[in-house]
């Protein structure tokens, strides 16, 4: 049996994410504006520098997230006293 654990929670975040740039038609006017700064009419690989350059496309993608989180909550429990200084 194939493992999909990470499957499901990258095709939610991306359902998302297509589903606010469809809510939102501005959002998705810049996002192509700025793609089409950075990638201009190249047909080249792209780089990691190229992708450094998407700062609004990670804004973006960073808000869809957080808006609709693929894991919506962190079960933690503290087992011993942590002092926090600075406070």
């Known amino acids: 049996m194939p ?4 499957d499901d929670t990258t095709a939610a975040a991306m359902s998302f994410f297509f589903y606010n740039l469809a809510a939102n038609p501005e959002v998705q006017d810049r996002l192509a504006e700025e793609v089409a700064e950075v990638f201009g009419a190249s ?3 792209v780089t990691s520098q190229d992708l450094a350059q998407l ?3 990670e804004r973006v993608i960073k808000e869809s997230l957080r808006l609709y989180p693929s894991v919506p909550l962190f079960a933690r429990r503290i087992n011993e006293e942590l002092p926090i200084t600075g406070i």
């Not at 493992?3 to 990470?6: E, K, L, N, P, V």
């Open 43 to 45: 047909d080249g690989a």
């Open 3 to 6: 493992d999909i654990a990470g």
């Open 55 to 57: 700062k609004y496309t």
